[in-house]
Protein backbone atom coordinates (compact mmCIF):
# COMPACT_ATOMS: atom_id res chain seq x y z
CA UNK A 1 0.00 0.00 0.00
CA UNK A 2 1.52 3.26 -1.01
CA UNK A 3 1.55 6.10 1.08
CA UNK A 4 1.23 10.18 0.84
CA UNK A 5 3.87 12.52 2.34
CA UNK A 6 2.20 15.08 3.99
CA UNK A 7 4.29 17.72 2.81
CA UNK A 8 7.37 17.82 0.59
CA UNK A 9 10.34 20.01 0.66
CA UNK A 10 13.06 20.51 -1.87
CA UNK A 11 16.38 21.41 -0.76
CA UNK A 12 18.45 22.68 -3.59
CA UNK A 13 21.38 25.40 -3.34
CA UNK A 14 25.25 26.09 -4.07
CA UNK A 15 27.70 23.52 -3.54
CA UNK A 16 29.28 24.26 -0.07
CA UNK A 17 26.08 26.62 1.21
CA UNK A 18 24.67 24.10 3.90
CA UNK A 19 22.53 21.54 2.05
CA UNK A 20 23.93 18.59 4.01
CA UNK A 21 23.52 20.47 7.08
CA UNK A 22 19.67 21.15 6.41
CA UNK A 23 19.07 17.53 5.32
CA UNK A 24 20.55 16.29 8.42
CA UNK A 25 18.54 18.85 10.13
CA UNK A 26 14.87 17.94 8.89
CA UNK A 27 15.62 14.11 9.27
CA UNK A 28 16.40 14.70 12.75
CA UNK A 29 13.10 16.46 13.02
CA UNK A 30 11.60 13.17 11.49
CA UNK A 31 11.29 13.96 8.42
CA UNK A 32 11.84 11.35 5.54
CA UNK A 33 15.26 12.78 3.97
CA UNK A 34 16.49 11.51 0.34
CA UNK A 35 19.43 12.98 -0.80
CA UNK A 36 20.50 13.36 -5.26
CA UNK A 37 17.55 11.10 -6.43
CA UNK A 38 17.24 11.05 -9.69
CA UNK A 39 14.56 13.15 -10.93
CA UNK A 40 12.89 10.06 -13.01
CA UNK A 41 12.43 8.25 -10.16
CA UNK A 42 10.45 10.35 -7.56
CA UNK A 43 6.96 8.81 -9.03
CA UNK A 44 8.45 5.73 -7.96
CA UNK A 45 9.54 7.03 -4.64
CA UNK A 46 5.94 8.85 -3.89
CA UNK A 47 4.16 5.43 -4.49
CA UNK A 48 6.72 3.41 -2.25
CA UNK A 49 5.29 2.15 0.58
CA UNK A 50 6.16 2.79 3.73
CA UNK A 51 9.26 1.11 5.43
CA UNK A 52 8.45 -1.74 7.85
CA UNK A 53 7.94 -0.35 11.19
CA UNK A 54 7.56 3.35 10.39
CA UNK A 55 5.55 5.01 13.01
CA UNK A 56 4.12 7.16 10.81
CA UNK A 57 2.38 6.60 7.21
CA UNK A 58 2.27 10.62 5.93
CA UNK A 59 5.75 12.26 7.53
CA UNK A 60 6.95 15.34 5.69
CA UNK A 61 9.49 14.08 3.10
CA UNK A 62 12.53 16.41 1.93
CA UNK A 63 14.72 15.90 -1.53
CA UNK A 64 18.11 16.78 -1.66
CA UNK A 65 19.05 17.74 -5.56
CA UNK A 66 21.97 19.41 -6.46
CA UNK A 67 24.15 19.81 -9.80
CA UNK A 68 25.31 16.92 -8.81
CA UNK A 69 22.08 14.71 -9.52
CA UNK A 70 22.03 12.56 -12.19
CA UNK A 71 19.75 14.39 -14.92
CA UNK A 72 20.19 17.92 -13.62
CA UNK A 73 18.09 20.36 -15.50
CA UNK A 74 16.45 23.34 -13.21
CA UNK A 75 13.94 23.94 -15.58
CA UNK A 76 12.54 20.25 -15.77
CA UNK A 77 12.36 20.39 -12.13
CA UNK A 78 10.32 23.64 -11.79
CA UNK A 79 7.99 21.65 -14.42
CA UNK A 80 7.96 18.77 -12.24
CA UNK A 81 7.42 20.75 -9.20
CA UNK A 82 4.00 22.60 -11.19
CA UNK A 83 2.83 18.92 -11.80
CA UNK A 84 3.38 17.55 -8.46
CA UNK A 85 1.29 20.56 -7.12
CA UNK A 86 -1.54 21.02 -9.97
CA UNK A 87 -1.90 17.64 -10.81
CA UNK A 88 -1.81 15.22 -8.11
CA UNK A 89 -2.17 17.71 -4.94
CA UNK A 90 0.79 17.61 -2.88
CA UNK A 91 2.06 19.92 -0.93
CA UNK A 92 5.71 21.27 -2.14
CA UNK A 93 8.18 23.97 -0.99
CA UNK A 94 11.74 24.69 -2.45
CA UNK A 95 14.89 25.87 -0.08
CA UNK A 96 17.66 27.58 -1.93
CA UNK A 97 20.89 27.49 -0.27
CA UNK A 98 22.97 30.59 -1.06
CA UNK A 99 26.31 31.98 -0.46
CA UNK A 100 28.79 34.45 -1.87
CA UNK A 101 31.47 33.23 -3.87
CA UNK A 102 34.10 34.32 -1.86
CA UNK A 103 32.91 32.31 1.12
CA UNK A 104 32.03 29.31 -0.44
CA UNK A 105 36.03 29.54 -1.97
CA UNK A 106 37.28 29.95 1.62
CA UNK A 107 35.23 27.05 2.45
CA UNK A 108 36.38 24.39 -0.32
CA UNK A 109 39.47 25.71 0.20
CA UNK A 110 39.76 25.13 4.34
CA UNK A 111 37.86 21.33 3.63
CA UNK A 112 40.31 20.63 0.51
CA UNK A 113 37.33 19.45 -1.09
CA UNK A 114 36.90 20.12 -5.26
CA UNK A 115 33.91 21.93 -6.46
CA UNK A 116 31.79 19.17 -8.23
CA UNK A 117 31.48 21.63 -11.41
CA UNK A 118 35.30 22.51 -11.27
CA UNK A 119 37.59 19.25 -11.08
CA UNK A 120 40.42 20.37 -13.09
CA UNK A 121 39.77 24.09 -12.89
CA UNK A 122 39.88 26.64 -10.27
CA UNK A 123 37.10 26.75 -7.77
CA UNK A 124 36.04 30.01 -8.88
CA UNK A 125 34.88 28.81 -12.55
CA UNK A 126 32.97 25.67 -10.82
CA UNK A 127 31.14 28.14 -8.54
CA UNK A 128 30.17 30.67 -11.28
CA UNK A 129 29.32 27.86 -13.98
CA UNK A 130 26.78 26.49 -10.99
CA UNK A 131 25.35 29.97 -9.75
CA UNK A 132 24.00 30.26 -13.58
CA UNK A 133 22.94 26.52 -13.71
CA UNK A 134 21.00 27.12 -10.79
CA UNK A 135 19.46 30.50 -11.63
CA UNK A 136 16.17 29.40 -12.54
CA UNK A 137 16.07 26.93 -8.95
CA UNK A 138 17.41 30.01 -6.55
CA UNK A 139 14.34 32.44 -8.95
CA UNK A 140 11.55 30.00 -8.14
CA UNK A 141 11.90 29.07 -4.69
CA UNK A 142 10.11 30.26 -1.60
CA UNK A 143 12.61 30.23 0.63
CA UNK A 144 15.84 31.67 0.22
CA UNK A 145 18.29 30.96 3.12
CA UNK A 146 21.68 33.18 2.41
CA UNK A 147 24.63 31.08 4.65
CA UNK A 148 27.40 33.43 4.16
CA UNK A 149 27.78 34.91 7.65
CA UNK A 150 26.09 31.43 9.22
CA UNK A 151 27.33 28.77 11.71
CA UNK A 152 25.96 25.21 11.39
CA UNK A 153 24.34 25.68 14.61
CA UNK A 154 22.46 28.73 13.54
CA UNK A 155 21.32 27.35 10.05
CA UNK A 156 19.94 24.35 12.16
CA UNK A 157 18.30 27.10 14.26
CA UNK A 158 16.74 29.07 11.48
CA UNK A 159 15.09 25.16 9.71
CA UNK A 160 14.12 23.75 12.69
CA UNK A 161 12.39 27.57 13.27
CA UNK A 162 11.12 27.76 9.52
CA UNK A 163 10.11 23.64 8.77
CA UNK A 164 9.32 21.93 12.12
CA UNK A 165 6.69 21.31 14.00
CA UNK A 166 6.10 21.06 17.98
CA UNK A 167 5.79 17.32 17.72
CA UNK A 168 9.01 16.75 16.50
CA UNK A 169 10.90 19.57 17.63
CA UNK A 170 10.35 18.10 21.23
CA UNK A 171 13.98 16.53 22.54
CA UNK A 172 13.75 12.70 23.73
CA UNK A 173 13.70 14.04 28.07
CA UNK A 174 15.33 11.49 30.02
CA UNK A 175 15.57 11.46 34.20
CA UNK A 176 18.00 8.40 35.27
CA UNK A 177 19.29 7.55 38.77
CA UNK A 178 22.66 5.71 39.15
CA UNK A 179 25.23 4.52 41.61
CA UNK A 180 28.56 6.26 41.49
CA UNK A 181 30.12 2.78 42.93
CA UNK A 182 29.03 1.34 39.45
CA UNK A 183 30.62 4.33 37.66
CA UNK A 184 28.93 7.94 35.94
CA UNK A 185 26.47 6.82 32.88
CA UNK A 186 28.41 8.14 29.78
CA UNK A 187 25.51 9.54 27.87
CA UNK A 188 24.53 12.12 30.61
CA UNK A 189 24.34 15.85 29.61
CA UNK A 190 23.55 16.82 33.21
CA UNK A 191 24.91 14.88 36.27
CA UNK A 192 23.92 15.94 40.16
CA UNK A 193 25.27 14.68 42.99
CA UNK A 194 22.47 13.69 45.83
CA UNK A 195 25.07 12.25 48.40
CA UNK A 196 24.72 15.02 50.80
CA UNK A 197 21.33 14.21 51.61
CA UNK A 198 20.25 11.35 54.48
CA UNK A 199 21.84 7.76 53.15
CA UNK A 200 18.63 5.22 54.02
CA UNK A 201 21.45 2.47 53.40
CA UNK A 202 22.39 2.66 57.32
CA UNK A 203 19.06 2.40 58.27
CA UNK A 204 18.03 -1.22 58.56
CA UNK A 205 14.89 -1.25 58.12
CA UNK A 206 15.62 0.94 55.21
CA UNK A 207 17.98 -0.75 53.58
CA UNK A 208 16.48 -3.85 51.56
CA UNK A 209 13.91 -1.05 50.66
CA UNK A 210 14.46 1.18 47.18
CA UNK A 211 13.79 4.81 46.72
CA UNK A 212 10.33 3.90 45.50
CA UNK A 213 9.14 3.18 48.74
CA UNK A 214 7.50 6.18 50.41
CA UNK A 215 9.66 5.33 53.93
CA UNK A 216 12.89 6.02 52.21
CA UNK A 217 11.45 8.96 50.14
CA UNK A 218 10.48 10.44 53.88
CA UNK A 219 13.51 9.95 55.26
CA UNK A 220 15.40 11.25 52.62
CA UNK A 221 13.18 14.39 52.58
CA UNK A 222 13.97 14.78 56.45
CA UNK A 223 17.41 16.35 55.36
CA UNK A 224 17.85 19.74 55.81
CA UNK A 225 18.76 20.34 52.75
CA UNK A 226 16.51 18.59 50.73
CA UNK A 227 13.74 21.29 50.03
CA UNK A 228 16.22 23.81 48.89
CA UNK A 229 18.07 21.94 46.85
CA UNK A 230 15.17 19.92 45.24
CA UNK A 231 14.01 23.55 44.24
CA UNK A 232 17.15 24.99 43.01
CA UNK A 233 17.87 21.95 40.96
CA UNK A 234 13.97 21.91 39.60
CA UNK A 235 14.66 26.22 38.97
CA UNK A 236 17.93 25.50 37.12
CA UNK A 237 16.05 22.33 35.09
CA UNK A 238 13.60 25.05 33.99
CA UNK A 239 15.78 27.25 32.82
CA UNK A 240 18.07 25.10 30.54
CA UNK A 241 15.19 22.56 29.17
CA UNK A 242 13.81 25.36 27.15
CA UNK A 243 17.64 26.28 25.74
CA UNK A 244 18.53 22.97 25.27
CA UNK A 245 15.00 22.52 22.96
CA UNK A 246 16.42 25.80 21.35
CA UNK A 247 20.11 24.84 20.17
CA UNK A 248 18.38 21.42 18.57
CA UNK A 249 19.55 18.81 21.09
CA UNK A 250 17.24 15.63 20.13
CA UNK A 251 18.22 13.73 23.22
CA UNK A 252 18.48 15.26 26.60
CA UNK A 253 19.56 13.21 29.84
CA UNK A 254 19.44 13.98 33.78
CA UNK A 255 21.28 12.11 35.63
CA UNK A 256 21.04 11.96 39.52
CA UNK A 257 23.47 10.10 41.88
CA UNK A 258 23.71 8.43 45.00
CA UNK A 259 26.60 5.80 46.24
CA UNK A 260 24.91 2.84 45.68
CA UNK A 261 21.81 3.98 42.77
CA UNK A 262 18.81 2.60 44.69
CA UNK A 263 17.86 4.94 47.25
CA UNK A 264 18.65 8.45 47.00
CA UNK A 265 19.48 8.74 43.68
CA UNK A 266 16.00 7.26 42.78
CA UNK A 267 13.58 8.90 45.17
CA UNK A 268 15.30 12.48 43.70
CA UNK A 269 14.81 11.28 40.22
CA UNK A 270 10.93 10.43 40.44
CA UNK A 271 10.29 13.43 42.39
CA UNK A 272 12.10 15.92 39.40
CA UNK A 273 10.35 14.06 36.99
CA UNK A 274 7.04 14.81 38.62
CA UNK A 275 8.04 18.03 38.74
CA UNK A 276 8.77 18.37 35.04
CA UNK A 277 5.20 16.83 34.22
CA UNK A 278 3.69 19.37 36.46
CA UNK A 279 5.84 21.83 33.90
CA UNK A 280 4.35 20.25 30.76
CA UNK A 281 7.45 18.27 29.88
CA UNK A 282 7.02 14.63 29.39
CA UNK A 283 10.42 12.77 30.98
CA UNK A 284 11.11 8.98 30.56
CA UNK A 285 12.55 7.72 34.21
CA UNK A 286 15.29 4.74 34.29
CA UNK A 287 16.69 3.73 37.21
CA UNK A 288 19.87 2.15 36.32
CA UNK A 289 20.97 0.64 39.46
CA UNK A 290 17.81 -0.31 40.91
CA UNK A 291 17.97 -4.14 40.97
CA UNK A 292 21.62 -4.07 42.38
CA UNK A 293 22.84 -5.79 45.24
CA UNK A 294 23.00 -3.42 48.76
CA UNK A 295 26.86 -3.51 49.59
CA UNK A 296 28.00 -1.91 53.07
CA UNK A 297 31.86 -2.01 51.36
CA UNK A 298 30.47 0.34 48.69
CA UNK A 299 28.25 2.96 50.86
CA UNK A 300 31.04 4.09 53.08
CA UNK A 301 30.84 4.61 56.68
CA UNK A 302 27.65 5.71 57.77
CA UNK A 303 27.49 9.56 58.48
CA UNK A 304 25.37 10.47 61.83
CA UNK A 305 23.50 8.22 64.20
CA UNK A 306 22.78 4.75 62.58
Known amino acids: MSTRPKRILLVTGMSGAGKSTVMNCLEDMGWEAVENLPLGLLDRLLAAPQALGALEDDRPLALGIDSRTRGFDADRIIMRIKQLRELHGFDVETVFLDCTGAELERRFSQTRRRHPMALDRPVSDGIARERELLGPLRHWAEHIIDTTETGTNELQQRIRARFGETKAEEPTLTVMSFGYSRGVPRNADLVLDMRFLRNPHWDRLLRPLTGLDPAVGAYVAEDPAYDQALSQ ?74
Open 233 to 306: IESLLLLLLPRYRHEGKSYITIAFGCTGGRHRSVHVAETIAGRLRDAAFSPTVAHRDLASTPLDAMEGAPVGPV
